[in-house]
């Protein structure tokens, strides 16, 4: 009836028709508003995942690169091994050793690195598990050449600690008429640091210096003094030794031997001895060093 009214003559198939048409169509551009809604919303997930995710790596450059500047002495793996080297500082200039039975000892070599003896030392503390404490020399780094330098670099990633022992090593200069000549000091020191930086990388720094010849056997150090407090430095330097640079040349066996007599008794101990060139008796003797100091219950540490 109502379609004659319309004036438009259809069936009732063509009606139906229309009225499935019309209902397909708004059934179509709903979903096509719901799917067009559904990929916008993916679009939008994506967006803020990526942010996120940019967000992260940002922070994790952020953490690293906040590591890096923490970089002292040690690596990050090096940190588990170390021990404030400030507190070892004040321990041996008040001569006191004890640490209520905490045995503690640092292994530290002088003078190198060297491209025959530094590569046995550092086997040997592989092959121990232990870590001990280069006081590196710039002239014998740059002598040493590429190899001398690689040395550095194992030695910093296997987690030991790198000190400086100044660039020339030359008392005269630094300590011209045995007095110290702060200036000199400095320049002659930041000549490693510039090197060291070339070899580890532009952030690592270290605190801890080692006077060539040692600080108590020379005058006018309280400038020293002053330049390291300012700086948060430390300067060590050892209560006991291997002897392997004084007196006549030893063995092997001898210089275990002035390992034990000059460590007894001592719960921090502080070891010098040296990995520059003719060292060879040092990196035969470590083995039995090492033993030594493990057989008498003590922990290795690294100064930094
Ligand atoms: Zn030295």
């Not at 740059?142 to 100044?166: P, R, V």
Request: with cysteine; hydrophobic share 30%; charged share 30%.
């Amino acid at each position: 009836m109502w379609v004659k009214i319309m004036g438009i003559k259809k069936n009732q198939n063509q009606i139906l028709f229309y009225l499935w048409f019309s209902l397909l169509i708004t059934t179509m551009n709903y979903t096509s508003i719901e799917v067009t809604q559904y990929v916008n919303e993916i679009k939008q997930e994506k967006v803020e995942l990526q942010a996120q995710q940019e967000k992260v790596a940002k922070e994790n450059r952020e953490k690293e690169l906040e590591e890096q500047l923490k970089m002292v002495g040690v690596n990050k793996e090096g940190k588990e091994y170390t021990y404030d080297a400030k507190e070892i500082q004040k321990k041996l200039k008040s001569c006191d050793y004890s640490n209520d039975g905490n045995k503690i000892v640092f292994l530290t070599f002088d003078d190198g690195s060297s491209t025959s003896v530094t590569p046995k030392i550092l086997e040997t503390l592989k092959e121990e598990g232990v870590r001990a404490t280069f006081f590196v020399c710039g002239k014998t780094i740059e002598d040493g050449g590429e190899k001398a330098k690689e040395l550095i670099k194992t030695s910093f990633d296997y987690g030991n600690a790198i000190g400086n022992h100044s660039y020339s090593h030359d008392y005269h200069t630094l300590y011209p008429g045995r007095n110290l000549d702060i200036d000199a000091f400095k320049k002659d020191f930041q000549k490693t640091d510039e090197i060291l930086k070339d070899i580890l990388g532009e952030h690592f720094s270290t605190r801890v210096i080692r006077c060539p010849g040692g600080y108590i056997s020379w005058n006018k150090m309280d400038k020293l003094d002053e330049y390291l407090d300012e700086n948060n430095m430390a300067e060590i330097d050892w209560n006991a030794l291997n002897s392997d640079a004084e007196g006549k040349k030893k063995n092997a066996q001898e210089l275990v031997k002035q390992t034990i007599k000059t460590s007894s008794g001592k719960d921090i101990v502080v070891l010098l001895m040296h990995d520059t060139y003719g060292k060879d008796e040092t990196a035969k003797a470590l083995p039995d060093i090492i033993r030594y100091f493990k057989e008498q219950g003590y922990e290795f540490k690294t100064l930094s």
